[in-house]
């Protein structure tokens, strides 16, 4: 019986199902994304109070004022360092759904480690007291780890669509521990 041969140069059905699976992702969190800024532009041009997609996301943000960026006059449905999470999360899926991040290019726990770093030093110092941040750092700082996130959504519905077409094992995230023992 002839065993099947992973060869990453060759881009298979179930890599281009999930790179779609990821585009689409994508997508959706650009209207995420545009309903985080909606609310100043719709509260300014209609004069009407608070927009209803501020209700949507206080679930998720607390949404103080002093803490959100200001566009057109108003503060955006969330704070500042949630906006700069979902702006990463938009640029992770694009950048993971380009780089065709799968079984091609594995990600290392370490990297994304790295990039939630910022934003988890501001949240630990804040909770010792020191000076909160100003908007624009706070947004900032959270950009890098919201693309974290996205690349770790993204390696998620790698993961998915090869589970459920059957093709590959899932990707997962890559130990750089394993990687060291296995170059021994």
Known sequence: MRRAVFDPT????TTSQA???VWYATAAAHGVFLGVLAPPIVESWTG???SWLRIVFAPVC?????RSLVLFGGSLAVCARCTGLYLGGILGLACAAALVVGRERA????WLGALVLPTAADGVLATLGASPLAEVPRFVLAVPAGAAAGVLLAIGIYDLISLVTGDRAPVGCVDDRRIVEESR
Request: net charge positive.
């Open 107 to 110: 990600v290392r726990r370490l």
């Open 62 to 66: 607390h949404q103080i004022a002093e």
């Open 10 to 13: 060759r881009r298979s059905r």
């Open 19 to 21: 790179q779609a699976g």
């Open 48 to 50: 009407a109070g608070p």
